[in-house]
């Protein structure tokens, strides 16, 4: 019989929920882990098909993601390692894929404000 009243069916809710997940902890987790261990790889897939835009090196631990306009965006690795998949492959449609040596060397001529566009 459903609950009228909001607070007891939230009541009820947590509670079955609570006891739902004691009951199926372990496939729960290996369900996460399984889920998170794909997205990575289909990030790393990804990144592997990646080339420089300014230089063209292309292996895919040196690719860095580049926001052109930084307002505050978070880091696109940070958001890998929180498992916020959805998040980071938005953040990543923002980005330049640059690769580490020209990344670097971007953001010095830009604070030396010897940038071009």
Wanted: one cysteine or more; a positive charge.
């Amino acid at each position: 019989m459903p609950y009228k009243d909001k607070g007891k069916r939230r009541e009820y809710n947590k509670k079955y929920g609570a006891d739902w997940y004691q009951r199926n902890r372990e496939k729960t987790l290996e369900r996460t882990r399984k889920r998170k261990k794909e997205q990575r790889q289909k990030f790393r897939d990804y990144k592997a098909g990646l080339s420089c835009f300014f230089c063209g090196f292309s292996h895919p631990a040196a690719i860095d993601f580049h926001h052109p306009d930084q307002n505050g965006d978070p880091k696109v690795s940070a958001l890998l390692q929180q498992g916020q998949f959805k998040k980071m492959w938005e953040e990543i449609e923002k980005c330049i894929p640059l690769c580490c040596n020209c990344h670097r060397i971007y953001h010095w001529m830009e604070k030396e404000g010897e940038k071009d566009e």
